[in-house]
């Protein structure tokens, strides 16, 4: 690859990352560079170590005791607040419980609860799909309730807001393009029209420094499994507003919600604080784990992950534009630093093979239909001279056409 | 303790017992008889072995690839069917997903919208609380719902089924008394009034040869942390019968419940099958020590467990009543072996203390209000000699006093 970007500038970017020692913390395989941490971030050290204790001391010397010894019915509070720190969200605001698409369920009811008045749902037609899915579900059980999409019903969000609202649900990260929302001013927006703002933060937390209080948001959800690496199918995040707490109320009210969880009442009495968005018995041993991921976090400076993060991006972005845009490749990410995640997309009509040619070759992304190749940026174990290389490798399967000989893989991946 | 019940031939059982290798399939902590496997069952080295696996070769290595590779994307499936055998499900009926009490949810407004033109869902008063609190949270989206439960609106759930009720979600066997229900006549009673029926097996699977769909059940939710020691919160399973699937509809339509889920499409479809019993993202770490758990059930002959689990129980109810029934231990499961699970609740007005006493000596039970101490019964893991040791100590407590002394614990518990 021929480029103005010289390997020695590169070499200078990890010398002088403040972030470079925490690549230690993660186990990462030889010989690929990982730019899926959009869809599972690989595996933190403390998080095998957090595993094994929760699996052969806790559950296994401790027994049933270890719901109280342990700390493993206080989980998805003491795990939510270590999150809060990410995310802007203050104390005993955020728990981590069930799966971001349940969790979008709850928050939308109780986004729908708190104005009784209004009967409309906003989203992005565009948006992760299961965010619209569980919205067809509220809608399946609130026959009132109507549903507008941003591109179906109009083409920007702001503009299907009005005081029929209730709800706006919205991607803080597009899971495609990886273009990146202004929270501060929809928020403002859907707040002037008195309706409920909540932000899906699945392609934003960990990467982003997300302030969800500074901005006022209502409600938010996401996962833990991408960029906080937590495992596979971590258990997610539901983060509520103080303001809102006393007047939470969803209908997936199960034990772990109950104001008296041992009690055994016989009618159910919401809990205090965030504790209604709770429900049923969380599987610890992934929760375990996500508590050694969450340990690699406590001493990162969120500044510095953003700042590293849209270098990252940007070098990304100039390597493969000066390098491979005369193969037809396109970037799908905005240029403005202020419009972009962590992740670029690019787009090219043979997008598929060409992924399956670089995963051949060690560079993990994926493919998300119809066109875009998703390349996740995670600033805590990656290096500048990952990215270069893998835009060196990106340029030598365009150049020599090795993609029309990859292999079709199955398509099948989770974001 | 003075018995008619001679050492010499609790011996003899255990010589004779068919299933004794199999708690070498456990890892068992040194100077603990462990009833409390109705709450959560030990560690299957099995399950060990496969959340390492899991863990730094899934994960770890293969990463993202493993969605395929290591068959995560299938695990709800496979999963469940091999827990189809226990429960009597054929395969495609049952997967592993979320929690009980979320499954709960989805089951009942799917048995709802099954019976469009009926309005009651009977219950047990004195089941298992989350059941009733999940019911009351499909009553508030569903306005027009009514609620009977036994004990309150009448004192037999079988008096409350008429032809106004769409679904009955009864208990297979009681938390707190071990007392069994007959899964044949109250189904054939509910199908008779054309309703559904939704059967809890949570205290009955991995300890009864369940029969779903010989006594023509509709739904069947159930722990596997319990009997099926499948670690703490491990994901639940549900079952629909063969004959709804094509007419399953339940709210929580996420991502893994849609017919194409890699397809993205901007509306929901629901998969085939039990498909749309799935949701969102599962906790693969916890699936997968659930499958090494399941691997210790492949060559268990159900016949034998059910009879050592009665032998057991029989033995435990016997050297109860002969030796400590003179000081105020009174048993509340029933005596007839086809009213009876796998557990023996014993009543005390000092129930709490006692038990506290017990788990002191190593004998871990638990508590239940007002007055129930717990013994859960786990025919793979336990001998006849820890039945009879159990019951010696037991009877130490309350001849010498002991349990008056004994420190109050912490009474948080999880069932």
């Known amino acids: 690859m021929r480029t103005s970007i010289e390997p020695a500038s590169i070499a200078m970017l990890d010398q002088?990352?403040?972030?470079?020692?925490?690549?230690?913390?993660?186990?990462?395989?030889?010989?690929?560079?990982?730019?899926?941490?959009?869809?599972?971030?690989?595996?933190?050290?403390a998080a095998l170590r957090e595993l094994k204790i929760a699996a052969e001391q806790e559950w296994g010397e401790d027994l049933i005791r270890s719901w109280n010894k342990a700390g493993w019915f206080d989980l998805?509070?003491?795990?939510?607040?270590?999150?809060?720190?990410?995310?802007?969200?203050?104390?005993?605001?955020?728990?981590?419980?069930?799966?971001?698409?349940?969790?979008?369920?709850?928050?939308l009811h109780a986004g729908l609860n708190l104005r009784p008045d209004r009967s409309a749902v906003v989203a992005e037609g565009s948006g992760f799909p299961t965010?619209?899915?569980?919205?067809?579900?509220?809608?399946?059980?609130?026959p009132d309730m109507r549903i507008r999409l941003e591109g179906v019903d109009g083409p920007r969000i702001e503009d299907l807001i009005d005081d029929d609202v209730a709800v706006v649900l919205v991607n803080h990260v597009d899971y495609r393009t990886g273009m990146l929302r202004d929270m501060a001013a929809l928020t403002g927006r859907i707040h002037e029209a008195g309706a409920i703002a909540i932000w899906d933060l699945c392609?934003?937390?960990?990467?982003?420094?997300?302030?969800?209080?500074?901005?006022?948001?209502?409600?938010?959800?996401?996962?833990?499994y991408k960029y906080l690496n937590g495992g596979p199918g971590a258990p997610a995040f539901v983060f509520a507003a103080t303001r809102h707490h006393g007047k939470l109320s969803q209908p997936l009210t199960g034990w772990w919600g109950h104001a008296s969880p041992f009690a055994f009442d016989r009618s159910f009495r919401p809990g205090h604080g965030i504790r209604p968005m709770l429900c049923g018995t969380q599987p610890i041993l992934s929760m375990r784990a996500l508590a050694g991921a969450l340990e690699v976090w406590e001493d990162v400076e969120l500044d510095q992950v953003r700042e590293k993060s849209l270098r990252l991006t940007d070098l990304f972005i100039a390597l493969v534009e000066e390098g491979c845009g005369s193969f037809g490749v396109t970037v799908a990410v905005p240029h403005e630093r202020t419009a972009r995640g962590s992740q670029v997309s690019l787009r090219h009509p043979h997008g598929y093979e060409i992924m399956q040619a670089l995963i051949?070759?060690?560079?993990?992304?994926?493919?998300?239909?119809?066109?875009?190749?998703?390349?996740?940026?995670?600033?805590?174990?990656?290096?500048?001279?990952?990215?270069?290389?893998?835009a060196s490798i990106l340029y030598d399967i365009l150049a020599d056409g090795t993609w029309r000989a990859s292999r079709f893989a199955n398509r099948a991946t989770v974001t």
Do not use: Q, W
């Open 76 to 107: 998805p509070g003491t795990l939510g607040d270590r999150i809060a720190r990410l995310i802007g969200a203050a104390p005993g605001e955020t728990v981590i419980t069930d799966t971001a698409s349940i969790n979008i369920y709850k928050a």
């Open 16 to 45: 002088h990352d403040p972030l470079r020692s925490k690549r230690d913390a993660f186990l990462l395989p030889e010989g690929v560079i990982y730019l899926d941490g959009n869809s599972l971030g690989p595996v933190p050290k």
């Open 360 to 390: 051949d070759k060690g560079v993990i992304g994926d493919f998300r239909s119809p066109d875009f190749m998703r390349f996740g940026f995670a600033p805590l174990y990656l290096s500048y001279t990952d990215v270069y290389v893998a």
């Open 203 to 224: 392609h934003s937390a960990g990467v982003l420094k997300v302030d969800l209080n500074a901005n006022g948001a209502d409600f938010a959800v996401g996962c833990t």
């Open 131 to 142: 965010d619209i899915y569980m919205i067809e579900g509220v809608a399946s059980v609130r």
